[in-house]
């Protein structure tokens, strides 16, 4: 069984900044791509940025220069550092790991259970 554990959402004014936290735990063997999504109220999910395991991101557009993903592979961890937020970058942020557990020789995505951003203007 593999968990993620999403930590370091809130409310901030624009301008501000924010980092989020993506933990993988449990019968976790390897961890493959890490991406960060957004859903805002009304609308889709869709992606914000994501990263190989080789450390390889790629941006949506309008966070390019913005947010910056890392990752700690030693800890199965993803990271989204958000800075110069705006009110449009309000929404409910989920991390998504393609995990390959130690239980199974499959690759399967897990996602987190979606943290809150809320940016004030």
Known sequence: ?????????????????????????????????MGWYRQ?????RESVARITSGGSTDYKESVKGRFTISRDNAKNTVYLQMNSLSPEDTAVYYCKLEVMSSSSP?????WGQGTQVTVSS
């Open 1 to 33: 069984q593999v968990q993620l554990v999403e930590s370091g959402g809130g409310l901030v004014q624009a301008g501000g900044s924010l980092r989020l936290s993506c933990a993988a735990s449990g019968s976790v063997f390897s961890v493959y791509v």
């Open 40 to 44: 805002a109220p009304g609308k889709q």
């Open 106 to 110: 499959y690759v399967r995505d897990y």
